[in-house]
C-alpha cells in the first residue's frame, strides 16, 4: 500500500512573515502522528529556513521548490541541493512546469538536478506534464515518457522518488483534468517506470496529481488506483482548502 503525499507548492507568494503565518497555521492542524498520509509545505526559499524552525515540532516535510545541479560556486542567484538539505529540507520539487517554460529547465537540466538532489539525500519530486497542443496533438504520452526516461537517466535507486503529473493546460487555469484523464496517464508513467526499474520499484513508487485541485475533486482524484496525492498551488495558500485537501488523501 502507498501512502498517499500531498505538497503545497507556495510558488513565488507569501513574504517570509505570511509564511510563517501560513505554516504555523498548517503545523497546528497537521500536528504529529495523526495522518495516515504525508504532508509536505513548499515556501519560497528566502523563508524556508525560518519556516523549517516553525514546523520542525509536526510531522510537515519541509521542501524546496527547485535548486541548482551543482554544490557550490560562481552560480549568482541559485541555491543547491546541499543547502537545501543542511537547512532541514525533506524534498525539492524539480522539473516543475513552470520552470520548464520560464527559466530553461529542459529534460537535461532537470536529470542533473534530479542526480545532485538525490545524492545530497532529499527526496525528489519529479514533475511532468503535456501543454495543451501536446495534448491536442496526441503526443501526450511520449512527451510523458521522454520527460521521466530522460529525467531519471543514469539514476539506478528510485526509493526516494516521487513523480508528479501535472498538466500543463490545468496549472492555475480552473481546468483539472478529469479523475480518467488523469488515471490513465499516471497508470501509463507506472509502466514506463515497470519497464526501467522493475514492477516492484514502479508499485511502490508514488504518483502524485497537480493542477487545479480544490477540496471539491481532490476526493474523486485521489480515489483512482494510481493517483498518490497531489501536488497543490492555488488552493495550498489557505489553510482550510489545504487541510481539506490533506484530509481526501488520508
Ligand atoms: P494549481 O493548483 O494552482 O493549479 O497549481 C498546480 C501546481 O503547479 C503545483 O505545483
Redesign the pocket.
Known amino acids: 500500500m502507498r501512502r498517499k503525499i500531498v505538497v503545497g507548492?507556495w510558488k513565488m507568494n507569501n513574504t517570509v512573515a505570511e509564511s510563517l503565518d501560513l505554516a504555523t497555521e498548517i503545523a497546528e492542524k497537521v500536528g504529529t502522528g495523526s495522518l495516515s498520509c504525508e504532508v509536505g509545505i513548499a515556501p519560497s526559499f528566502l523563508a524556508l529556513h525560518e519556516v523549517g524552525k516553525v514546523i520542525e515540532w509536526s510531522d510537515i516535510r519541509l521542501t524546496a521548490q527547485n535548486c541548482h545541479y551543482e554544490n557550490d560556486g560562481a552560480f549568482t542567484g541559485e541555491v543547491s541541493a546541499r543547502m537545501l538539505a543542511a537547512s532541514g529540507c525533506s524534498y525539492v520539487i524539480l522539473g516543475?512546469s513552470e520552470r520548464r517554460q520560464y527559466f530553461g529547465d529542459t529534460n537535461i537540466v532537470v536529470n542533473r538536478k534530479v542526480k545532485k538532489a538525490l545524492e545530497e539525500g532529499l527526496k525528489v519530486i519529479l514533475c511532468v506534464g503535456e501543454t495543451l497542443e501536446e495534448r491536442e496533438g496526441g503526443v501526450t504520452e511520449s512527451i510523458i515518457t521522454g520527460q521521466v526516461v530522460e529525467g531519471l537517466s543514469g539514476v539506478s535507486d528510485i526509493s526516494n522518488l516521487v513523480i508528479a503529473y501535472?498538466p500543463v493546460w490545468?496549472?492555475?487555469t480552473g481546468k483539472t483534468a478529469s479523475s480518467a484523464q488523469a488515471q490513465e496517464v499516471h497508470a501509463s508513467i507506472r509502466a514506463t517506470v515497470a519497464g526501467l526499474y522493475g514492477q516492484q520499484a514502479s508499485e511502490h513508487l508514488r504518483i502524485q496529481y497537480?493542477?487545479?485541485?480544490k477540496p471539491s475533486n481532490a476526493v474523486e482524484l485521489f480515489g483512482m488506483p494510481d493517483i498518490d496525492g497531489g501536488?497543490?498551488?492555488?488552493?495550498s495558500l489557505n489553510t482550510a482548502d489545504f487541510m481539506a485537501i490533506v484530509l481526501a488523501a488520508c
Open positions: 507548492n516543475h501535472e490545468a496549472i492555475g497537480g493542477g487545479s485541485v501536488l497543490i498551488g492555488g488552493a
